[in-house]
């Protein structure tokens, strides 16, 4: 790696402002991560190809949001204006998190741009089935949806015991194309607020995209909970051809709607699964989190990071009780903030720096 290397970071931003926490996170943690120079590019907006080129750039960042662009004509035009303008000698990494829409879409456009690293959330016993061998000509590395960054680092939190709210979660109103994964995004806080309401406990809940939360707001929702209830994201849906409805969101909400003949089915423990940011979040806020079982991108441990419940929610009510217990609740949240938090291995400097010097060694 040179002294002073040019990093070169493309993103697509043309929704909410402020963004969600995360996703601004994942795009400008370069900036102060990079051992380098950093520049930004927005491709959702008419920007000059020949300003690529004149920057010359060591690495090319292709984040999840400019990958996104490939739904759409003209996004798909300006990320190929992009990568064209982008000189031979970059490197080239790209950050998809949405590898169950469009994926062969997806994995034309990785070839076309020339990819030399894939960051990807699936698990690695998914990896050749998803991205086969003879498709791909560049290398592959696990990444998380987020990491932890300098700013959450230093956040400080009060006991548990403190905490006004007994239990909160927020959801957006999942359509059926997300399959049973998407069921259980709703059906767990559902389960969530009943428990409250039967034992008068407080609750912040929301399940059908009601009482957004964005910027720093979710934090200080966090900061207030004893608990926080959850489930891994991801599908039970693999969309190879991209007939799901990706550009009307509301479509495909009803109980009738059944998926495409091109989508494949998964079976349950199969699915496309990976932890969310919120589940970093909460660690990082020392939450205690109550979570569907599963292997959460191979970073939390069931019964001690977090409290299990099956995936059928049958045990949730005995789980959310453990969340009272002040002594049993705080033991685990103070163990997951020392061993994921604090000990920096998931931090966005820590894996910003590999991932520098993996691809520019």
Known sequence: MGSRPTALVLYNWRGQWPMRRWEHQRIFAWKSCFPGSVAFLNIGFPFSPTWITRLDPDLVMIDATALAARYTRIGLGGLRRAMDATPGRARRVAAPLDEFLGLQALRDLLVEA???LLLTALEPALWDEVYPLDQRPYAL??????YVDDRLMRRTSSDLAERPISVSYRAWETPAWLGEMGRLKREVGLRAQAWAQAGGHRADVAVDGQRRLVGEAWIRLLGASRAVVGVEGGSSLVDPKGDLPTSDPTSGRSAGWTPPSSAIVLAPGAEI???????????????????????????????????????DLSDIDAALDRSQDPQRAQAMVDRAYEEIVASGRYSWRAVVGDIARQVLA
């Open 114 to 116: 020339r990819i030399d």
């Open 141 to 146: 590395r696990r990444f998380l949806t987020a």
């Open 273 to 311: 699964r990976a932890m969310s940011p919120r589940h970093l979040e909460a660690v990082a806020t020392r939450t205690f989190q109550v979570l569907v079982e599963g292997d959460y991108s191979g970073v939390l441990e069931a019964g001690v990071h977090y409290q299990p419940v099956r995936r």
